[in-house]
DNA sequence: AGTGCAGTTGACTTT
DNA sequence: TAAAGTCAACTGCAC
């Protein structure tokens, strides 16, 4: 009986249970499905196959290297599965558990009953720290632990190729499926060797000022891993890079501290914990895959979902706000397909926020933008910064306190949006306070060459402040913010909104132990 | 040298 | 991973 190991999210040969496993059973047929339907859907855009067509050809070649054919198909699951059965009879499948979105989801219940109506067993391997069937959110942090404790495992030595007479499609062209936009020339390239060496200059390079300069969209592109979307298709797993961050810290750790240069240490830490949230947040679309749809609290149904304004949500993708942060933010995203967190951060706040919008069209926008698309980390973020979580406060970001803070001299503006290029520091965040006559002089004409502000900025937080804080005050506000905590909520007490106090009076001591549950929550 | 005061800073609270 | 407001302590300076 041949092993055919379902190739999806995990686009790599170390440290891979289900090739491993299925090694050690019998033939192997490694399986790459180019599905139709998954690929048309709204939250998939064409650079994302480019860059797993990248993945698939150093995958297609590190298999090679142990006597292994990658067979691609383009077709349905089930239609492709069927097929494999018609030709060689019944078969072991392996693949890894996938957290992915409302399709793939459906997809996995349709092929698991496919499986037990068809006599084929599916053994299916967890991925990173995420648990199928949670039941108690309070172990998780120790689960995470756990898994990554364990060695990486190696690539299998000893492999045998099954004997299936069907043809591979190959490394399929984006032209030759139904997917939609185009590749981006300037988004990052796919593949193990890529992968690696972008893990390796960020240790050894890239990423000792890390924690620093993650913030600013003018040195994060260099400062940060840039692993997310090796994560996001698997060309990396999770603890591969756990274990490196450790085995980096331990190899400073052993050097004279004085001969450490500064911030390698506080940026690894920095760096580990956010490996340890990229699980936290899969766990949260795992063990409730309607985040993807609809507000995680119900207080918040119907805020804005009637509000959908087509004009401001084109302005937002285009941008054309009129806000230069926020439009050279999402440009720089456009053209590149990555943009730093906290910008990511603010482009979510003010579509939410400020044009006061439901985030699940622009979620879809974001998701076909950012090459390292995650649903499980996609959607309950988008739903944090759009206030829909009950459990977080209200993160509201100002667009020009945000450009003040991380373009001090404009540069980033100017880089992403040329007209603005002769625009003094003192207007380059608010074009529109520029008297006529110095619009003419530096060559930019708000309502000519650059848009008008689509909203007042001011205005528009103070009526998204209010409406917000009226939802939270509701009376059966609390009840449920509580019962999401109790399956979602971090229960890390110096992360998730929920601050530790260095000093506190007596009084005050005594009021938070009173209340600890509900300050906990809402802090 | 001490006092009054405007302006600044930082910790903490509220939204 | 926010921003704005409050308040008290502190600072620099004129007198």
């Known amino acids: 009986m041949i092993n055919v190991v379902w190739f999806k999210r995990d686009l790599r040969i170390t440290d891979h249970a289900p090739l491993m496993q299925a090694c050690a059973t019998g033939p192997v047929l490694p399986l790459y499905l180019y599905e139709p339907s998954l690929i048309a859907q709204p939250d998939v855009s064409a650079q994302h196959v480019a860059f797993i067509n990248q993945c698939l050809t150093t995958l297609r070649a590190d298999l090679n290297t142990l006597g292994l054919a990658l067979l691609t198909r383009v077709g349905e699951a089930l239609a492709v599965l069927a097929d494999i059965h018609h030709r060689v009879g019944t078969f072991t499948l392996w693949s890894f558990e996938e957290t992915g979105n409302g399709a793939t ?27 199928r069937r949670l039941k108690d959110r309070d172990r998780w942090s120790g689960i995470w632990m756990q898994r990554m404790r364990n060695e990486p495992l190696d690539a299998p030595t000893v492999a045998v190729q099954a004997n299936v007479q069907i043809d591979s499609h190959g490394i399929v062209a984006t032209a030759h499926l139904p997917v939609s936009g185009c590749d981006k020339p300037l988004r990052q390239r796919g593949g193990r060797t890529v992968a690696l060496a972008d893990l390796h200059s960020f ?21 940060c891993s840039r692993i997310s979307a090796h994560l996001a298709y698997g060309s990396l797993s999770v603890r591969e890079v756990v274990h490196a961050v450790w085995q980096q810290r331990a190899l400073l750790q052993g050097q004279p501290p004085d001969c450490v240069e500064p911030g390698w240490l506080a940026s690894l830490k920095s760096f580990e914990s956010r490996l340890h949230w990229h699980c936290h947040f899969i766990q949260k679309l795992e063990s409730d895959p309607s985040i993807e749809f609809s507000n ?14 087509a004009a401001l949500q084109t302005a937002w993708r285009n941008g054309e706000t009129g806000l230069p942060m926020i439009d050279a933010c999402m440009r720089m995203l456009t053209a590149t397909g990555w943009i ?35 649903p499980g980390i996609h959607y309950p973020q988008v739903q944090m910064q759009s206030g829909t979580t009950g459990i977080n406060t ?13 373009d001090p001299t404009g540069a980033f503006v100017r880089r992403w949006i040329p007209v603005l290029g002769r625009v003094p520091t003192d207007f380059i965040f608010e074009p529109w306070l520029m008297p006529d006559n110095l619009q003419r002089e530096y060559g930019c004409v708000l309502g000519r060459d650059y848009p008008l502000p689509v909203i007042d900025v001011i205005a528009a937080a103070e009526h998204a402040r209010s409406t917000m804080w009226v939802t939270r005050k509701g009376n059966s506000f609390r009840k449920e913010a509580q019962a ?17 106090r260095k000093t506190r009076s007596v009084r005050e001591t005594r009021e938070a132990e009173t209340s600890a549950r509900q300050t906990s929550l809402f802090d």
Not at 204 to 218: D, E, K, T, W
Not at 296 to 309: C, F, I, K, P, S
Not at 484 to 500: W, Y
């Open 105 to 131: 989801y459906q997809r996995d219940k349709r092929v698991l009953a496919w499986c037990r109506a068809n006599g084929v067993a599916w053994h299916e391997s967890p991925s990173g720290a995420v648990v």
């Open 203 to 223: 240790f050894n390079v890239r990423g000792q000022h890390y924690r620093i300069a993650m913030s600013s969209p003018l040195s994060a592109a260099d400062a």
């Open 296 to 309: 995680m609290h119900r207080a918040y149904a119907g805020l804005r979902e009637d509000n959908y304004n």
């Open 340 to 374: 730093n967190f906290r910008m990511r951060a603010m482009l979510v706040s003010f579509s939410s926020y400020h044009l006061w919008q439901h985030w699940r069209e622009p979620a879809l926008h974001l998701a076909r933008e950012f090459l390292d698309y995650e």
């Open 394 to 406: 209200v993160r509201m970001y100002n667009p020009i306190k945000q450009a003040r803070d991380q």
């Open 484 to 500: 999401i905590f109790e399956t979602h909520g971090s229960r890390n007490p110096a992360r998730e909104g929920i601050k530790v």
